[in-house]
């Protein structure tokens, strides 16, 4: 048997900005924390939109986040740099423990909030360091 070789090629055609997914459940142990919780949401919701410039025909920038990630030990090799984002997603699940469970004065007892980064600036490999100099050589 002989088969034809079809000359498969990848064709590349740029990159997207890079997103970044988070997930945290927030347990509180009182109403004043659930407050507390309350108060987080607000402020993500609060800078991840955009304002009114002008006569309202125009939006000001949502802002930026500065989003760092180290792990616990000696120097940051393990570290991941993520560049200047905007929060593009913020979801709020009040049923954190399958079921909605809240204070008398009816303040959440337990929240599960997700986020949405996405980048600002295309990453390139002159953004990332090489952590294994010579190990690999590309074409």
């Given at each position: 048997?002989?088969?034809?070789n079809?000359?498969?090629?990848?064709l590349f055609?740029?990159?997207?900005?890079?997103?970044?997914?988070?997930?945290?459940?927030?347990?509180?142990?009182?109403?004043?924390?659930?407050?507390?919780?309350?108060?987080?949401i607000?402020?993500?919701?609060?800078?991840?939109?955009?304002?009114?410039?002008?006569?309202?025909?125009?939006f000001?920038?949502?802002?930026?986040?500065?989003?760092e990630?180290?792990?616990?030990?000696?120097?940051?090799?393990?570290?991941?740099?993520?560049?200047?984002?905007?929060?593009?997603?913020f979801?709020?699940?009040?049923?954190?423990?399958?079921?909605?469970?809240?204070?008398?004065?009816?303040?959440?007892?337990?929240?599960?909030?997700g986020?949405?980064?996405?980048?600002?600036?295309?990453?390139?490999?002159?953004?990332?360091?090489?952590?294994?100099a010579?190990?690999?050589?590309?074409?």
């Open positions: 048997g002989v088969a034809r079809p000359h498969l090629a990848t055609q740029g990159t997207n900005f890079r997103s970044h997914q988070f997930q945290y459940k927030l347990v509180a142990s009182n109403e004043q924390e659930s407050n507390e919780i309350a108060n987080i607000s402020i993500f919701k609060y800078h991840m939109l955009p304002s009114y410039a002008g006569e309202n025909h125009f000001n920038y949502p802002e930026q986040f500065d989003i990630i180290v792990f616990p030990g000696e120097g940051h090799k393990y570290s991941f740099d993520i560049g200047a984002s905007v929060l593009k997603d979801t709020v699940d009040y049923t954190g423990e399958g079921a909605p469970y809240f204070f008398e004065s009816g303040a959440p007892a337990s929240v599960t909030i986020m949405t980064f996405e980048e600002v600036t295309i990453t390139t490999k002159e953004n990332i360091k090489q952590p294994f010579g190990s690999f050589k590309g074409r």
